[in-house]
């Protein structure tokens, strides 16, 4: 299976490409030859806390061989490659000192610039002189590079990359390149990139990585709805009255407060983050489950989102945001959002998707909500003709207490992508006892108690053996990309000209008051005296 190669132009590398949707097991044993992987900004915060570990991970599952696998960082820094390895050291857990030395030996460090030939050809001598030590056939080698860096960066060295370190030959190697969010700021600056990268790599080539799409619960999303008859007919307008995606943080910007006001909560959180799960739960069922038929599904749910409404938008602001000196004194870069995202189609007509995320919160989760509609006829919303037909002290203790047969609740079921991953339906049952009196419970499948002796990967380490293996199932797809910016692009260019204002909240609240009117508005019935609490093993 080929990636293309340094002697191919991105047109014939889509050719070589043309069989690999046909393929039905992407595994590791269907390649063979050397494998490379370069990490590119190998000593920042990104590679050392999630790049570095994920890999170590593969290693320790045995996905990553030591006999055929050698890793590589990149950066400006001048260190040595025991340097590098003792940077890196800490942030690997889970292991015997021994296991960990293992894979530090892996790593070979190569010093240079981001657009300067001398140093991407000292790297590629570095990634040559290991394949030859490897007996490697020529022409088998399978190179990867991770862009641990700023977009800012990506043009100049994936130039870098095409001219001086490409796999020499497509007989039967690949080379591929993963890329890191966010990708530009608005379509404009998305489509230049894309083209920039697009004359220098294939599509097939090129992974855009979001890690959400490498969450267990957010991969749950397809086999859930595709794979259970209990949701097939329920998924629609007729039966849910509105959907939440919501990613909520107890922390601010935490010294990051000037690249994170380059940006703002929409572009950091919902255009890519939220929007990935909200096409999941929002599109059409593929034909397979071949990476390209899942992409044109959430292509086509991305392209039916009508243009969003001002007044379905509500922006955040915590206090004390501007007090860092990096972030200007007039700023009015959101903190936190939620907004409303509507789908002009058969299934979703008139149903709102309501994605809110913000900083400075008071607790931190990242869940969708999905909201049933109330249950036709519901005689259970109070109870008076049944009282009739009971005996006078039946009679007298619902007169006293004349909330007790009240419906507390809407259906909702709930996926909770973190922390303490689980899946649970919120019914309405009646209240143990001799009265008759409801109250919200839930069906609750919690991963921590459920799949006990399970390890749940890290979204980055499935992701890069993805990658490795050829399947770009969970990465972002350039048409899917332009469509996401199409939709949020008129709005962060309303709130960069000050069109749209953030109103202020205080830290460790829900943020401001108007989102939660938000909600209301769009037909979310908040059920008050209910909170799920995660079951633990201390109680079996």
Known sequence: MSGGSGDSSPASGRASFSSLSDLKDLELSSESGCLSIVVLGASGDLA??????????????????????????????????????????????????????????????????????????????????????????????????????????????CKMIRSYCMNPSSHSGWTRVIVEKPFGKDLESAEELSAQLGELFNEQQL??????????????????????????????????????????????TEGRGGYFDQYGIIRDII???????????????????????IRDEKVKVLQSVTPIKHDEVVLGQYDGYKDDSTVPDDSNTPTFASLVLRVNNERWEGVPFILKAGKALNNRKAEIRVQFKDAPGDIFKFLSAIVLLLPMV????FLLHPDKGKKQGRNEFVIRLQPSEAMYMKLTVKKPGLEMATEQSELDLSYGLRYQDVKIPEAYERLILDTIRGDQQHFVRRDE?????????????????????????????????????????????QTHGYVWIPPTLSKF
Request: charge should be positive; include cysteine.
């Open 48 to 157: 050392k806390k999630k790049t570095f570990p994920a890999l170590f991970h593969l290693f320790q599952q045995g996905f990553l061989q030591s006999g055929e696998v050698h890793i590589f960082g990149y950066a400006r820094s001048n260190i040595s490659d025991d340097g590098l390895r003792e940077r890196i050291r800490g942030y690997l857990k889970g292991a015997s000192d021994e296991h960990i030395s293992q894979f530090l030996q892996l790593i070979k460090y190569v010093s240079g610039s981001y657009n300067s030939g001398e140093g991407f050809e000292s790297l590629n001598n570095a990634i040559s002189e290991n394949e030859t030590s490897k007996n490697n056939k020529p022409g088998s080698s399978r190179r990867l590079f991770y862009l641990a860096l700023p977009p800012s960066v990506y043009p100049s060295v």
């Open 207 to 252: 992974y855009r990585i979001d890690h959400y799409l490498g969450k267990e619960l957010v991969q749950n999303l397809l086999v859930l709805r595709f794979a259970n008859r209990l949701f097939l007919p329920l998924w629609n307008r007729d039966n849910i009255a509105n959907v939440q995606i919501v990613f909520r943080e107890d922390f601010g």
């Open 271 to 293: 255009q890519n983050h939220l929007l990935q799960v909200f096409c999941l739960v929002a599109m059409e069922k593929p034909v397979s489950l071949k990476p390209e038929h």
């Open 394 to 397: 039946s009679k007298t203790l």
């Open 481 to 525: 990309l332009k469509a996401a910016w199409e939709i949020f692009t008129p709005l962060l260019h309303d709130i960069d000209d000050g069109k749209v204002k953030a109103l202020p909240y205080k830290p460790g609240t829900r943020g401001p008051p108007e989102a939660d009117e938000l909600s209301k508005r769009m037909g979310y019935v």
